[in-house]
Antibody, heavy 123, light 112 residues
Framework: EVQVVESGGGLVEPGRSLRLSCTAS????????VAWVRQAPGKGLEWVGF??????????EYAASVKGRFTISRDNSNGIAYLQMNSLKTEDTALYYC??????????????WGQGTLVTVSS | DIVMTQSPLSLPVTPGEPASISCRSS???????????MDWYLHKPGQSPQLLIY???NRASGVPDRFSGSGSGTDFTLNISRVEAGDVGVYYC?????????FGQGTRVEIK
């Protein structure tokens, strides 16, 4: 059975850091690209960034709104991806989803999604 | 960045009737390999988004054949042949041609 579980969300003050984890099982995690997508309250889906599979060099890409502040990494041996979020802003408040694509190049087709973890940035 | 524009943004539907959502991209999503890098997702209330269609016209595993995707280049359509009550939610198109990947604004489908 495929499982994708995000964790690590919570309440954090502006300017602080938080690390989200995405633990996957039931599929060949290392062959899949991993993306993070967020949804701010009352808003639509926003792509945050992705990390390609090992075959594609595990390269990363980020949305302009988070570039330089967020970093995605992965631990294929344990089936975990991370989203390190630094210098958090109030506008980063959102439900963060982890999703996976069998296309290791991350060119869409995100078919496995977690339930999301809520990040609230507030003083 | 590629801008994705969906229409309509709100779609009241009658069960058993067809429904259609359009998505236009600011740049062609047709790759030299012949694929159109367009996905459709459904975000039901209280659930995670789910993949419906990838590469413009390929149904994801487990998706009923009532759902179909079409289009090429910059104009794409998601069709539901016969809407069911369980199809309510927000539908998003997403381009994956190149980073950043971008979503449309979403189309909220509700039962009349």
């Amino acid at each position: 059975e495929v499982q994708v579980v995000e964790s690590g969300g919570g309440l954090v003050e502006p300017g602080r850091s938080l690390r989200l984890s995405c633990t996957a099982s039931g599929f060949s995690f290392g062959d899949y690209a991993v993306a993070w997508v967020r949804q701010a309250p009352g808003k639509g889906l926003e792509w945050v960034g992705f990390i390609k599979s090992k075959l594609y060099g595990e390269t990363t890409e980020y949305a302009a709104s988070v570039k330089g502040r967020f970093t995605i990494s992965r631990d294929n041996s344990n089936g975990i991806a991370y989203l390190q979020m630094n210098s958090l802003k109030t506008e980063d408040t959102a439900l963060y989803y982890c999703t996976n694509s069998p296309r290791g190049s991350a060119a869409g087709q995100f078919d496995y999604w977690g339930q999301g973890t809520l990040v609230t940035v507030s003083s | 960045d590629i801008v994705m524009t969906q229409s309509p943004l709100s779609l009241p539907v009658t069960p058993g009737e067809p429904a259609s959502i359009s998505c236009r991209s600011s740049r062609s999503l047709l790759h030299s390999n012949g694929n159109n890098y367009m996905d459709w997702y459904l975000h039901k209330p209280g659930q995670s988004p789910q993949l419906l269609i990838y590469l413009a016209s390929n149904r994801a595993s487990g998706v009923p054949d009532r759902f179909s995707g079409s289009g090429s280049g910059t104009d794409f359509t998601l069709n539901i042949s016969r809407v069911e009550a369980g199809d309510v939610g927000v539908y998003y198109c997403m381009q994956s041609l190149g980073p950043p990947q971008t979503f449309g604004q979403g189309t909220r489908v509700e039962i009349k």
